[in-house]
């Protein structure tokens, strides 16, 4: 079981009528247990427990139920069981059906809370189904609980509308899912104002007829797509009317939506009474990304990028030498102010951003430096000089590529809310700026020079052939002059025998002829590598195949002979990216910078050491 179908399994248990005798046994069903597996323990011939009611799996968990008012004492009494030391257990849980409470007896942490929302904490006991990638399960339940709802409302509606399900209509069935994200984030948020809830609104004015409720979400989408000061020559419903212009892309172009049926509609509703200003854009988007793909579908709740794996790059990358610079500064006002005026025209480029979790991250992460400069400057609710535009990205598939920018507007207004409060937020967020900064196409044909262009003026880039023209200084067209660019992201890993004949192609066209022995990814170090001949630096996610035997004589001379470096790199480790096919790949990150007199470092995940 994926941790999505746990969480749906055990709501389900805390939503029916407790059965003191069942729990137990409903439980580990919830987490995956075979029915012959509770069979024994329910003849006792593998029930190791010695207490009432207690039910004992070996190496696993001591569960047992009491009496109202009795879930304390029973939760000692497991604890001191020496049944529950011998047999191994790592759990103790304790329920009267009124209360709840558990411990992991390795960690030493517990849960206590009413038995009505034990589904809250449903990560905690994640190691029961075999699940290893606890901890940030455990800090994204409520994205674990949005994904599996929003994909049952996908899979109903692609039932129902069996056009929207073809390769063509695919765009607008997950264009129309964005569009609803935001409406269920907004509306939590206060983004909408209290009076006009999108949930409220469908459920009042629809009737649960297929039709109409496709019609109400239509008028709601035209409203949002519509200036105020044309609604009434628009004909705008008055019900709809008190909806903001939201537009920024999002809602403009074809408001189409696809037929609900009455089940399609009672998802959407029970989708847009969760709580959504729990959600966390750094994952949530890699979640959601596996909503509309068939093939990742299966791995639902655990497609994700750890944060901790994230920062293993962006860390060495910049983030600790902006810092560094912080601490150097101190409360140097002067210092400081030259800091900020930095990270404004920093720019974080990720050429295979998927659903933005690289570029969420070191937005989130910016944001904290600048809040603590304006914190020591005594201008805590300063509007930020940091802006999206700065976090660009491509990816191939439109979906992931329009949630990475859904997500990266979600970051933005969580910072102003954090950092300068709500009511700023507010005031700032809308309408959406309609500028794009996330291109959707293939990053080893695209111009990389024309999507993130240079920022620094002391450097000198190649016109439209890549690899032959320099353009003197008077010839480039910066953006952000003065500013840093730094390219990160975990490009696909694909070996020489599984490329399709088309990446054989692009591989072909970066090397001028055709090239064997080599993993794909290898086109975005050949293409970073050109980006930054003028200066610079980038860092890769990568298969440790690429620094190891036949490849590296391939590989790294074209990269060295651009007078680069490696500058840091990261022993090998394992992936913490989501899909169970995915899950055993030993990776290895390497930082490649122009400048050579910089110290090299060597991580292992606890120390590093000057290389």
């Not at 904490?121 to 994904?147: C, Y």
């Amino acid at each position: 079981m994926n941790p999505v179908e746990i969480e749906e399994a055990v709501t389900q248990v805390a939503a029916a009528p407790f059965d003191p005798a069942e729990f137990p046994f409903q439980f580990l069903t919830a987490f995956g247990n075979k029915k012959t597996t509770l069979d024994r323990l329910r003849k006792g011939n593998t029930n190791q427990s010695d207490l009432s009611g207690g039910v004992l799996q070996r190496s696993n968990i001591h569960i047992a139920t009491c009496a109202p008012g009795g879930v304390a004492a029973t939760l000692t009494a497991l604890r001191d069981s020496p049944k529950t030391t011998s047999n191994k257990a790592k759990f103790i849980l304790a329920t009267d059906g009124e209360d709840f409470q558990a411990e992991d007896l390795t960690s030493g942490e517990t849960v206590a809370c009413d038995y009505a929302h034990f589904p809250d904490h449903f990560g905690f006991f994640l190691p029961l189904a075999g699940i290893t990638t606890v901890e940030q399960i455990r800090e994204s339940s409520f994205d674990i609980r949005a994904t599996g709802r929003l994909n049952k409302l996908y899979v109903t509606l692609l039932q129902d509308n069996p056009d929207w399900a073809s390769a063509e209509r695919r765009p607008d069935m997950n264009h129309f899912m964005a569009r609803l994200i935001f409406c269920f984030f907004a509306e939590d948020t206060d983004i909408f104002h209290p009076s006009y809830r999108f949930t409220a609104t469908v459920e009042k004015m629809s009737s649960g007829g297929a039709d109409n409720t496709a019609e109400v979400i239509r008028e709601l989408f035209r409203a949002m797509n519509t200036p105020i000061a044309r609604r009434q020559a628009e004909g705008i419903a008055r019900w709809a009317d008190g909806f903001p212009y939201v537009n920024g892309e999002l809602f403009s172009g074809s408001i189409e939506v696809p037929r609900f049926s009455k089940i399609a509609r009672s998802y959407l509703i029970h989708i847009g009474n969760l709580d959504w200003t729990k959600i966390n854009p750094d994952i949530f988007g890699s979640m959601i990304q596996a909503v509309a793909d068939d093939e990742e579908r299966g791995a639902l709740g655990m497609h994700y990028t750890s944060v901790p794996n994230i920062l293993k790059v962006l860390n060495p990358l910049f983030l600790d030498d902006l810092r560094g610079k912080l601490e150097e500064a101190g409360d140097n006002a002067r210092k400081l102010l030259n800091l900020r005026n930095r990270m404004a025209k920093i720019r974080v480029f990720d050429p295979a951003c998927g659903s933005g979790n690289f570029l969420v991250i070191a937005y989130k992460e910016i944001r904290a430096i600048e809040a603590e400069i304006n914190r020591r400057r005594g201008e805590p609710e300063r509007r930020t000089d940091i802006p999206l535009t700065n976090f660009r990205g491509i990816e191939l598939r439109d979906f992931p590529a329009e949630i990475a920018r859904l997500a990266l507007i979600i970051a933005e207004y969580q910072c102003d809310v954090l950092y300068r409060g709500q009511k700023e937020a507010l005031a700032e967020f809308l309408p959406l700026d309609s500028e794009n900064w996330i291109t959707c196409g293939n990053a080893l044909r695209l111009d990389w020079l024309s999507i993130c262009p240079p920022t620094g003026t002391g450097v000198k880039v190649r016109g439209d052939d890549l690899f032959e023209t320099l353009l003197d200084q008077s010839e480039i067209d910066f953006e952000n002059a003065g500013g840093e660019t730094y390219i990160c992201g975990n490009p696909p890993y694909v070996g020489d025998k599984y490329q399709t004949p088309e990446q054989k192609s692009d591989l072909k066209a970066l090397a001028g002829k055709d090239v064997k022995a080599i993993d794909y990814i290898v086109g975005w170090f050949w293409k970073a590598s050109e980006f930054i001949r003028g200066g610079g630096s980038f860092a890769f996610v990568s298969t440790n195949s690429i620094c190891q035997g036949v490849q590296v004589p391939l590989i790294w001379p074209r990269i060295y002979g651009n007078d680069q470096a490696i500058r840091f790199a990261h022993k090998d480790f394992l992936w913490g990216n989501s899909a169970a096919r995915n899950a055993q790949v030993t990776c290895v990150i390497v930082g490649v910078s122009t400048d050579a007199q910089t110290p090299k470092y060597l991580y292992d995940g606890t120390s590093s050491w000057n290389a």
